[in-house]
């Protein structure tokens, strides 16, 4: 069991930069343009990675320990997912709340060095990043409660991996809405669709981006790399709720999980390529929406 | 089956979720639509016999609530020129707070009433009862009067998925009537909402607690 995680560990860490890749060549190609080619993040990483990285006088430790948190809490939280749909490499009762905690300590020191800069701008992304966690985290709360009571279970590992059949044997309903609050959850994360533009270079209306303007060089590398994790992270939640693999031998385990990682990609493309990007006020209430529809799977099992 | 009609009960729910954070009122009348056509194909979902009876009261109930109800809203909308609920007293957040409310009443209420369990689809009841709870929620919280006739009829459709579960026992005539009866009412509120708009210049309930010859 331990060996296909690993695996499957080392697939998801390798693919996990086309995945953001993948949603913006959808937007391309529904929107007319032929796109960057699908390799271009890899390129990206390495050209950074060979660079070095400037850092303005004003900035402290905070702002280099920043990338470092970035890169570091997803790879921590990746231990505790399913990728194969069976188990995880690390796994204890009550992981889902040290899953949602590494991300939010990767969160604030981005924020934090965001702040470190002393420019208004990043101050400002930082400041959207946290007030739109503040409805992200609940909605993914009650999303792992949902999931601790459809499945019985209290680790991570254990409710996606081994129990989630059990779940949609009893409350499919749930489960659904599981998924559906996950995917916007997902969405807000790892800044796509209608919640942040990522192609978007206006100061004003950037989230993530304006907060790792000050970034270069391999710093700018963790950074881009880390955000691709947490998409890559969070997409692997939601395909584990929509398509329990518990049954299938590992390695088509391990297997299915490319191909539906890719839908998963391409259907954030097609979505923020189709739906208007929100307003700054009307982000609240999309992300209470999702927590709304995670709260309804909780009632519904609890009765 | 049985599947299907929770489905279709989920589809209910999220139905009168959207008529709660949505300002448009267009937008609420077609939402309002979309519930009647779920809620006619509901008996052939919640189980019981499928005969005259229950094709009938789908057909009925479709085309009342899905075709000629939202006809009737929208002349009215467009008689008296309104587009949005304007200055709703609670926003879209406190709204969705207020529906998680009355679904967790009404499940927790649900199964605690005799007989609740012994329907054929059991979330007949607890969607009903949410259903009417966040009627009242609309009735209560909106201001222009023609959301108000909205939130009438999303309290009526929760009856409504209540009598369902009595689908077999009570004559197709007296739902047929109850049927007309929503329908008539409906009609007259349009027009009163019209005569309102025409009287005050304006649709707002809160000017409405004057009463003088």
Known sequence: MSGSATTALAVVLIIAPLLPSLASRTVAFITGRRGAPLLQPYRDLVKLLGKRAVYSRTTTGVFRAAPIAVLATPLLAAALVPFDGHGSLAGFAGDAIAFAGLLALGRMLLALGGLDTGSSFEGMGASRELAFASFIEPALFLCFAALALTTGELSLGRMLGGAIDRGWAQAPASLAMVGVSLFVVML???????????????????????????????????LLYGSALKFALFAALVVDTLMPRTGWPTPLAVAALIPALAVVAVLVGVIESTFARLRLVQVPQFLAGAAALAALGVILRVR | MERTGEV????????????????????????????????????????????????????GTIAIKSIVLPRVLSWAI????????????????GMVVLGLV???????????????????????????LASLMMGFVVLTTRRKALSLVIGYLMLENGIYVFGLTLAGAIPLLVEMGVLLDVLVGVFIMGLVVFQIHRQLETQDSRRLTELRD
């Open chain 1, 188 to 222: 807000a994360e790892a800044s796509r669709g209608p919640v942040d533009d990522p192609a978007t270079h206006l100061e004003l209306t950037m989230i993530h981006e304006v907060t790792i303007l000050d970034h270069s060089g391999p710093d700018l590398a963790f």
């Open chain 2, 78 to 93: 467009r008689e008296a020129e309104v587009r949005r609920e304007l200055e709703p007293s609670i926003g879209p957040i």
């Open chain 2, 8 to 59: 279709l009960l989920l589809l209910v729910l999220m139905t009168d979720f959207a008529v709660l954070v949505t300002d448009r009122l267009s937008t609420c009348i077609r939402i309002m639509a979309a519930q009647g056509v779920l809620l006619g194909l509901l008996p052939f979902a919640s189980g019981a016999a499928i005969g005259v009876h229950t094709v009938v009261l789908s057909l």
């Open chain 2, 102 to 128: 009355a679904v967790g009443v009404a499940f927790g209420v649900a199964t605690r009433l005799p007989h609740a369990g012994a329907t054929v689809l059991p979330g007949l009841v607890p969607v009903s």
